[in-house]
C-alpha cells in the first residue's frame, strides 16, 4: 500500500545535496506567469505587485499522523491537497488565488525523490488554478513530515465576502455535495487495517473512486463565483468547508451574530456516499456535519435570490439563518431540533 | 534549566479548549494598527490594501530539536525570535514588515499556557516591529513544536535590493558584528551538558548576556536601511545572515555571477566573543563564516561610496566583489587565500 512514490525510483539521500543542490532540483522549474509577481523564489522575500486590487492571504499547517497517512496518500497527490485547501480558503474570500510559498519540514527517512513527488502535485496543482509557487523553506525536522502553505490572492477593494455578512431570514445553500471526502478516508484506513493485518491482501479500493478522489485529490470551487456571478447573486457570508458543515454553519452565524436552521433531508449527498455510510452503518447527514474536508463553499444569500439560486445545478439550498437567540439547528427528517456541534477539529481532544 | 514559561504557572490541557477556544485565547487581544490591513484574523484569509505600494513576501520554518532546543530557550523567546527572523528577511529587501502569520504546530505535551507565553513573545515582536499579526493555523502534531512564520511586507515599486544586484569592485558591507549568536549557542548547549550530568547543578551564564541575548532574543536591522539613505548609500545588492556570512557570500556571487575576496582581519567580532572563542578554542572568523543566526545584513555598495560607508559606526567594509573566474575567498590574517564554503546549512548532512 505503501505507494508514495513510483517503485524502481533511485533514492538520493536529502544529505547528498546542500541547501543550493535540494531548492534548485525541487524548483529550478518553476516559472512565474502572474503579473502580479515581480520576483519570485531565490531571494529573501517574494516581490509581488497587486496594484490598486486588495491582498488575500492565508495560512495551513497539515501535518503527518494528523492530517494525512502515508500509508495510503501518494506524496503527489499530498502535495496537490496542500496548494488546492489554501486555494479554497482565497475563493472563500472570494477572491483569487496568485501566488503560493511552501514551507517543508522532513526527517532523513525521506529521499530527495520523494520531496520531488511532493512538489510535483503542489507545481500541478499551480499550474491547473494559474498559481505561481514563488518562495519558501525547507528544513529537516527530527521526526515526520510537516507541510505549511501560504497563499496569497487578489481581489477587488470592497469585494471580499466574509464569514460574518449573514442576516436573519437569509438563504444557506453549498456547493457540490458533502460527506464524500469523510467516507473516502473510512475507506482507506479500512484497507490499511486489513493490509496490517494481512500484508498479502491487495487493498480492496475499485467502485470508491468518487470518494478516494474526494478524499486524496480534492479540487476547490473556483467555477462558483462565475457561476453566481452570472445568476446575479451576491453572496453576503461565505466560508469553505474544511472541519465539516458544522462547524462553518457556527463560524457563519457566530461571526454573524444569528443562529440557523439547516434541513437534513436537503444536506446534498453523492449516491455513492450513501451506499458505502450504509456500508459503515453511519448515518449519512452525520458524515456530512462532521466529516469536514469537502472544500466545498457555503454561503448565504438574500431571501429575494430563491428562485434564481433554486435554478443552479451546482448549489443546494440546506437552510436559513434565524435570528441569534434561536440558536444553530439542524432539522432531522423526522422534525426534531438537534442544536449543532463542531465536532470537526478534534486533533487537539483526546 | 527547563524555563520554558513561568513557574506556578496553572496547566490547562489543550484538549480542554476547542478550537474557537485556543485562538479566542491567543489571539483574543490582537489589534491591528497597519493601514494596509483591512481585516486579520478570524476568516478564511486576511484582507491587506498596499495601494501603489508592492508586496513582500516571506515564509520561514522552526522545529523543535532542530531550530531550537526547549531545554534552554524560553518559549516566549522563541516567539520573539520567529518573528523577528522573518522580519529580518525583509529589511534585506529593503522593504518594511507590515503582518505575520503564524502557523503551530504542537503535541499535547504542550499545555495552552505554554502556547500563550510562545505567542506572547510573537505578540511583543510585532508591537516592537509596528507589524499586525492577522492569521495562522493551529493544528495538533504527533510530537514535538513546528513553528511556520509568514511575513508580508512593503516598499515602493523598483526599490527592493536583491541578491543578485552586485557588480565586480564593489565594497562588501556588514552591519554590526557577527559570531555571538553560535557562541551564545555553544554557552547554551555547554552548561545543558553540565546540569544533565548534575542536575543540581546552575547554569553558569553570568557575563555572556551580549552572546545569550544575539542567540536567545536577536533583533532585526529595522535601523539600517535609514543609516544609509541619510549618508546617500543605495546598496547594490542585499542578504541577511541567518546561515553565516559565506553562505550568505556565496548566495550574492551565484546570483550575482561574480565572486568575492573578504579579509579575515575585517570581520568585525564583538570582544565579548572573541574571548568566548578563545575559551572554546575556535577561530573567530569560523565563528562568523558558519555561525550563522546573526541576522546582521550584508550588502554591496559602488566603490565611489568608500568615504560615506566608512564613516558609518553601524557599517564595516570587509572586502570587495570580483570577477566570477577569480572565485569566493577568504583572504586570512596570514595572507592565504581560502576558498569559501557553505557550511551554515548543515541540518541534512549526517
Known amino acids: 500500500m505503501s505507494n508514495n ?50 491582498v488575500l492571504v492565508t495560512k495551513d499547517l497539515l501535518c503527518e499522523g494528523v492530517h494525512f497517512d502515508l500509508a495510503y496518500t501518494p506524496l503527489k497527490h499530498l502535495g496537490y491537497k496542500a496548494a488546492v485547501v489554501s486555494f479554497s480558503d482565497i475563493y472563500a474570500m472570494n477572491g483569487r488565488p496568485r501566488q503560493l510559498l511552501v514551507g517543508i519540514s522532513v526527517s532523513n527517512r525521506y529521499s530527495v525523490e520523494a520531496m520531488e513527488e511532493l512538489f510535483e502535485g503542489l507545481k500541478l496543482a499551480c499550474r491547473k488554478y494559474d498559481v505561481d509557487l514563488v518562495g519558501g523553506d525547507t528544513t529537516a525536522s527530527t521526526s515526520g513530515l510537516f507541510i505549511s502553505v501560504t497563499v496569497l490572492g487578489d481581489i477587488e477593494p470592497g469585494q471580499s465576502i466574509l464569514r460574518k455578512g449573514a442576516h436573519p431570514n437569509e438563504l444557506i445553500c453549498v456547493s457540490g455535495d458533502l460527506g464524500a471526502a469523510y467516507l473516502g478516508l473510512l475507506v482507506l484506513e479500512r484497507e490499511k487495517r486489513v493490509f496490517l493485518a494481512n500484508p498479502g491482501m491487495q487493498p480492496e479500493l475499485s467502485g470508491n473512486d468518487y470518494v478516494l478522489q474526494r478524499q486524496l485529490k480534492p479540487e476547490a470551487r473556483k467555477d462558483i463565483h462565475e457561476i453566481l456571478a452570472k445568476a446575479g447573486i451576491v453572496p453576503t457570508a461565505m466560508i469553505d468547508i474544511s472541519d465539516g458543515l458544522a462547524s462553518e454553519l457556527l463560524h457563519i452565524c457566530r461571526q454573524s451574530g444569528t443562529g440557523c436552521a439547516v434541513f437534513e433531508d436537503k444536506i446534498p449527498i453523492d449516491p455513492q456516499t450513501l451506499m458505502l455510510c450504509d456500508e459503515f452503518s453511519l448515518i449519512p447527514s452525520i458524515a456530512a456535519l462532521n466529516g469536514g474536508e469537502d472544500y466545498e463553499l457555503l454561503f448565504t444569500v438574500p431571501i429575494a435570490d430563491y428562485e434564481k439560486v433554486k435554478a443552479l445545478e451546482a448549489v443546494t439550498v440546506i437552510g436559513h439563518i434565524t435570528a441569534a437567540d434561536e440558536g444553530c439547528h439542524l432539522i432531522s427528517t423526522d422534525g426534531r431540533q438537534i442544536p449543532l456541534k463542531a465536532q470537526g477539529w478534534d486533533h487537539m481532544r483526546k
Chains 1, 2 share one sequence.
Do not use: C, H, M
Request: without cysteine; aromatic residues 6%.
Open 5 to 54: 512514490y513510483p517503485p524502481n525510483t533511485p533514492r538520493t539521500e536529502l544529505s547528498e545535496l546542500g541547501e543550493f543542490g535540494l531548492i534548485d532540483r525541487l524548483t529550478g522549474d518553476v516559472e512565474t506567469k502572474s503579473p502580479s509577481t515581480i520576483t519570485g523564489i531565490g531571494d529573501d522575500a517574494a516581490v509581488l505587485d497587486f496594484g490598486p486590487r486588495q
